[in-house]
């Protein structure tokens, strides 16, 4: 029953909806882009600081916990496929706009702070390897800039073109991992390294590092998490496949499972055939190091290119996902209508990609790679512990249509793993929760100065946002 509240039905939009381009096979190398990236290009070596050999365990870890609150979003975009994901999921479920915001603000500066990490990724480490250059950290800040002004002229351009990229470097990062695979089992074999040192932790004791396992395990798959997090951006551009309620669930689960096996695999390779001070020296990139073994390896200079274009494709798909959640936000009256805007050329929500980039651009200038990855995780660890709740609460709405349907069990634990691996790591690294707790003040300025100014001209903006959210039909929308 409608409650007797509810917004009258607004005049029609003179905006165009988004264009329904994306595929089912095109949604799973989305999935597959997303998850596939900068994290396994940059965090191999850290992680073998933190566990020794059992570089796998925690990336295992990790892809258990991944699949656990995927179940809670697969369940929640085939219940409402619209564009908004983790705020629209909030809303409804808690019906308290100012969570609603809080938490899709959280999901927009994780995306963003994954975006701005990959643009430093590809100006510290990978691009310096490839051109043999010496940079100073102003010269780093400006490539890493003009690197995130190109993913935003592509963001413009459209989804379909950026989908399209997205899948040709979709092919060439993953491309890239199983070349590492090949080269790394062809070293093995030519008696590179010792595979026995992929299960044991007695390398990095010989190095001084006390591996305690269960502690070292939970550091590591808190690291790992960093390369599996990204299936949760595919939710904001639901309203963009042709059909999300059949295909995003084999998508999300077939990407996340093809990515973390991958990773499963190099997290054995890497300590089977890299001395353990090679996998951990901040001096060296792991996977640039394995490029360069037995009789498959390759020039160095070709893997730095390839993982040039991962981190790439890793930064376009995370602005594409912040651009379209502040979209969906503005179509919920979650935001000022403004960042709802649609270019009438290229279908596009221009005013909300201006918007992300140029936060996108502050967090690349002050922040560096190690800052903004776990920054990264920390606010996503938050946002999953709200979406596993979410989808519990919210089977107390029933909807018209069918939908994927998650075991009540695992949404559950995932919410309790994810807020057990985020005490985790607010405990042993206050700076993280710090930076988080920042950002998420910044959004808090943000709701105050949108709420003074709804309330100015619309005396039931609570009520109203959650009306917009129960009825989209009846949502009043943003008009040039």
């Known amino acids: 029953m409608e409650s007797s509240t509810a917004a009258a039905p607004a005049a029609p939009s003179s905006d165009p909806p988004l264009k329904r381009a994306i595929s089912r096979n095109?949604?799973?190398?989305?999935?597959?882009?997303?998850?596939?990236?900068?994290?396994?290009?940059?965090?191999?070596?850290?992680?073998?600081?933190?566990?020794?050999?059992?570089?796998?365990?925690?990336?295992a870890l990790a892809l258990a916990l991944a699949v656990l609150t995927a179940t809670a979003y697969a369940e929640l975009v085939t219940k409402y496929p619209q564009a908004a994901g983790a705020a629209l999921y909030v809303n409804k479920a808690f019906r308290k706009p100012f969570f609603t915001f809080m938490v899709a603000f959280a999901v927009m500066c994780s995306g963003i702070a994954s975006a701005s990490t990959l643009s430093r990724g590809v100006a510290e480490t990978y691009l310096p390897r490839l051109f043999d250059w010496s940079l100073s950290e102003t010269q780093t800040v400006l490539i890493a800039l003009g690197f995130l002004l190109i993913v935003a002229a592509v963001n413009f351009r459209g989804i379909s073109e950026s989908v399209k990229i997205n899948v040709v470097l979709t092919l060439i990062e993953f491309g890239g991992l199983i070349l590492?695979?090949?080269?790394?089992?062809?070293?093995?074999?030519?008696?590179?390294?010792?595979?026995?040192?992929?299960?044991?932790?007695?390398?990095?004791?010989?190095?001084?590092?006390?591996?305690?396992?269960?502690?070292?395990?939970?550091?590591?798959?808190?690291?790992?998490?960093?390369?599996?997090?990204?299936?949760?951006?595919?939710?904001?551009?639901?309203?963009?496949?042709?059909?999300?309620?059949?295909?995003?669930?084999?998508?999300?689960?077939?990407?996340?499972?093809?990515?973390?096996?991958?990773?499963?695999?190099?997290?054995?390779i890497a300590?089977?055939?890299?001395?353990?001070?090679?996998?951990?020296?901040?001096?060296?990139?792991?996977?640039?190091?394995i490029s360069q073994l037995g009789p498959l390896s390759v020039e160095i200079k070709v893997f730095a290119a390839i993982g040039i274009l991962a981190l790439i494709n890793g930064a376009l798909i995370n602005m594409i996902m912040a651009s379209r959640l502040t979209y969906g936000m503005a179509r919920q009256r979650i935001v000022p209508a403004f960042f709802g805007k649609v270019h009438r050329g290229r279908r596009t929500p221009w005013t909300a990609i201006i918007f992300t980039s140029g936060l996108a651009f502050i967090l690349t200038a002050t922040g560096d790679v190690s800052d903004l990855a776990t920054t990264t995780t920390t606010l996503l660890l938050i946002v999953f512990v709200t979406v596993n709740i979410s989808v519990l609460v919210l089977r107390r709405d029933p909807v018209s249509h069918s939908h994927f349907v998650a075991p009540t069990l695992l949404p559950a634990i995932g919410a309790v793993a994810a807020l057990g691996l985020l005490i985790h790591r607010v405990a042993n690294d206050t700076e993280q929760i710090t930076r988080a707790l920042l950002l998420l003040g910044l959004g808090l300025v943000f709701w105050l100065a949108n709420y003074v100014a709804t309330r100015g001209v619309d005396k039931q903006f609570d009520t109203g946002m959650i009306e917009a959210i129960e009825h989209p039909e009846e949502t009043p929308q943003p008009k040039d």
């Open 26 to 59: 095109m949604l799973l190398l989305f999935v597959i882009g997303d998850v596939v990236g900068g994290g396994i290009y940059t965090l191999v070596g850290v992680i073998g600081g933190e566990v020794g050999g059992l570089v796998w365990l925690p990336f």
């Open 180 to 268: 590492i695979v090949v080269i790394g089992i062809a070293a093995l074999l030519d008696g590179v390294g010792d595979i026995g040192n992929a299960f044991s932790t007695s390398d990095a004791k010989a190095a001084g590092h006390d591996v305690t396992l269960i502690p070292a395990a939970l550091a590591g798959t808190a690291l790992a998490f960093y390369a599996l997090i990204g299936f949760e951006d595919s939710v904001n551009v639901a309203e963009e496949a042709k059909d999300p309620g059949r295909d995003y669930p084999r998508a999300l689960f077939g990407g996340l499972l093809i990515a973390g096996s991958l990773y499963i695999v190099i997290g054995i």
């Open 271 to 289: 300590p089977a055939v890299l001395p353990y001070k090679t996998l951990i020296s901040d001096d060296t990139t792991p996977l640039l190091e």
